[in-house]
C-alpha cells in the first residue's frame, strides 16, 4: 500500500491495470485503465509513451509480470501485486474509479494539438465525417471517436495486425458504432486501392461491438478469418468504387478531416481534394527530407520534400494550407506537418 499511496500522492494519473476483466470490473482504481496481462503484448501501442512513468497492478497470480513492460523500455517506478492491494482502505480513501474510458495511449500530438480548431470550424455540421489512411492500431481514430460521439470514421491499413488492434481498441473504447469501415487494403503505386480483407468490418458489425473477452480465442479467429480470405481475394479498385463495394448504404463517399500520420502516398495526395467536403481538412504529418537532419529510416524517396505538399495544393485554387511545421519527434527525426483546408 506503502507504493500505491506514493502513486495517489505524486501526480501521476496512469496505472495499467493488468488482471482480468472481471475483476476489473469489480472494482479498480480511479484512472486507471484495463489490459489484462494475456492481452498485453497484441495491444502494446495502447501504453503511454516510454517517456511517460505510469503505476502497474499486477494479478495476484503473475507477481513480476511487469518486468517485461521493463526490459522492453517503459517506465514503471510504481509496481502494486494484487495481494497487497487493501481494499476497503482504497475505498475509504474514495481511490476507486467507475470510469472505464480511460486511455493510457496518446494520439497524433499534432492532431490533439490542432483538433479544437478543427472542430470550431466544422462546429455547424451534425456529423464529422473523418478517413483514416494507413491507421496503424487506430490510436488516433479510438481518440477522435471517444472525443465526440459527432465524428464517424473509416480507417484503412494494409497489415492484418493493425486491423486487429483497431478492432480491439474502438471495442473497448465503446466507439465501434462510429467505425464505418474498418479494412485491410493496400494502397498500390499507380492510386488504385487492393481490397485485402473486410472480415473486420462488414455490415453485422452493429450486432457484435462487444468488448474482447480476455483470452486469445476470438483473435485467432479472426485472424484466421483474414488468412482465409487473404487466399482468395485481390480486388483493385479506386476508392470510391471500393468505399461503395464495403459500405453499399452509405449515405456520405466525402470527408470532414482525412488524415495521414506517417504514412505517405503520392497518387493518394492529388486524390484528397475530391474527397474532402468543402470546408473539410487535410492533416499529413511525415518524414521529411530536411538537410539540417541526418538519419537513415525511412530512405529518401520515402520522405517529403520539404515545400511539397505546400507547393502541391498551393496550385490548387480551392485548397489553402492553414499550417505548415516541421517539428521533431521523440527521437528528434523531423517531420513536416500541415494541414490544408478545402475553401469551395
Ligand atoms: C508508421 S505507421 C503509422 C500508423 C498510424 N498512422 C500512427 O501514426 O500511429 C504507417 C502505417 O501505414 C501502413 N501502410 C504503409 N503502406 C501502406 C499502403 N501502401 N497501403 C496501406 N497501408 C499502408 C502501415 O501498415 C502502417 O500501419
Not at 17 to 22: A, V
Not at 95 to 107: A, I, K, M
Not at 161 to 188: P, S
Request: with cysteine; proline share 4%.
Amino acid at each position: 500500500m506503502k507504493i500505491l499511496r506514493a502513486w495517489i500522492e505524486s501526480s501521476n494519473t496512469l496505472c495499467l491495470d493488468l488482471r482480468t476483466k472481471l475483476d476489473f470490473k469489480q472494482r479498480h482504481l480511479k484512472s486507471s485503465t484495463n489490459i489484462p496481462l494475456s492481452q498485453l503484448v497484441l495491444r502494446q501501442s495502447e501504453l503511454p509513451p516510454k517517456r511517460l512513468p505510469f503505476a502497474v497492478i499486477e494479478p495476484i497470480n503473475e507477481k513480476g509480470c511487469s518486468s517485461w513492460l521493463v526490459e522492453h523500455g517503459w517506465q514503471v517506478p510504481w509496481v502494486v501485486w494484487e495481494g497487497n492491494l487493501q481494499w476497503k482502505e482504497i475505498e475509504a480513501n474514495q481511490w476507486t474509479g467507475n470510469d472505464d474510458q480511460h486511455v493510457l495511449f496518446q494520439p497524433s500530438p499534432f492532431l490533439s494539438s490542432n483538433i479544437e480548431l478543427l472542430e470550431q470550424g466544422l462546429k455547424e455540421r451534425d456529423q464529422w465525417t473523418f478517413l483514416d489512411v494507413g491507421c496503424g492500431s487506430g490510436r488516433d481514430v479510438g481518440w477522435l471517436l471517444a472525443r465526440n460521439k459527432k465524428w464517424r470514421a473509416s480507417a484503412f491499413d494494409y497489415l492484418a495486425g493493425a486491423m486487429v488492434r483497431t478492432d480491439i481498441l474502438v471495442r473497448n473504447l465503446h466507439v465501434a458504432q462510429q467505425l464505418d469501415i474498418l479494412a485491410q487494403v493496400k494502397l498500390m503505386n499507380n492510386g488504385q486501392w487492393q481490397l485485402i480483407s473486410n472480415a473486420w468490418w462488414n455490415e453485422q458489425h452493429n450486432q457484435d461491438t462487444k468488448e474482447l473477452q480476455d483470452s486469445q480465442d476470438e483473435i485467432t479467429r479472426r485472424l484466421a478469418m483474414v488468412e482465409l480470405e487473404n487466399s482468395n481475394k485481390k480486388e483493385l479498385y479506386t476508392f470510391k468504387e471500393l468505399y461503395h463495394h464495403l459500405l453499399p448504404k452509405t449515405e456520405y463517399d466525402t470527408f470532414d478531416l482525412i488524415l495521414n500520420i506517417r504514412f505517405l502516398s503520392r497518387p493518394f495526395l492529388l486524390e484528397v481534394p475530391e474527397l474532402l467536403n468543402v470546408g473539410g481538412y487535410f492533416i499529413i504529418s511525415h518524414f521529411v527530407d530536411d538537410e539540417r537532419y541526418d538519419y537513415k529510416q525511412p530512405k529518401k524517396s520515402l520522405r517529403l520534400q520539404v515545400n511539397e505538399i505546400s507547393e502541391l495544393y498551393g496550385k490548387m485554387s480551392q485548397m489553402e494550407v492553414i499550417q505548415d511545421v516541421i517539428e521533431e519527434i521523440e527521437d528528434g527525426r523531423p517531420v513536416n506537418s500541415i494541414i490544408v483546408r478545402r475553401k469551395f
